[in-house]
């Protein structure tokens, strides 16, 4: 396997990921805003609201046995940008609902098959850029 098709095969998996998110926040309650929402300050992977929540997911997906779990993944520079770009869309779109921001850890299988999956709401403290977990 090339390079290129290595890279392509983990943003397969991680579109993948994503979309097993929607599904999952839709079966839950949620009404899926955008995905990919992007601001000068960097890219929040799923915007969903339910009556009282507007959630911003950042999803991880990784396969089984990774050396390092999604969620290590995400770093307090990247919770930095992510808070700023949540501040972004918060100024540009008005809702009286709770912001929250949740993390996401998905495991895929090679046939991007879900294997495991962790799902934490509310993951960052007070949004000062400190995750709780």
């Known amino acids: 396997m090339t390079g290129k098709q290595y890279d392509?095969?983990?943003k397969e998996r991680g579109k993948a990921g994503e979309k097993y998110i929607c599904?999952?926040?839709a079966k839950n309650g949620y009404n899926i805003i955008c995905t990919n929402?992007?601001?000068?300050?960097?890219?929040i992977d799923v915007i969903a609201e339910n009556e009282s929540v507007i959630a911003f997911v950042e999803v991880k997906t990784?396969?089984?046995n990774s050396l390092a779990s999604g969620l290590e993944s995400i770093t307090s520079s990247k919770l930095k940008k992510f808070i700023?770009?949540?501040a972004d869309y918060l100024a540009k779109h008005n809702t009286d609902k709770q912001p929250r921001i949740d993390c996401v850890q998905?495991?895929?299988s090679d046939d991007n098959?879900?294997?495991d999956l962790k799902y934490i709401e509310n993951a960052v403290d007070?949004?000062?850029g400190y995750l709780k977990f």
């Open 8 to 10: 392509e095969k983990i």
């Open 23 to 25: 599904t999952y926040l």
């Open 37 to 43: 929402y992007s601001s000068r300050y960097g890219e």
């Open 62 to 64: 990784r396969k089984p």
């Open 84 to 86: 700023k770009t949540a």
């Open 106 to 108: 998905v495991i895929m």
């Open 113 to 115: 098959s879900v294997v």
């Open 126 to 128: 007070d949004w000062s």
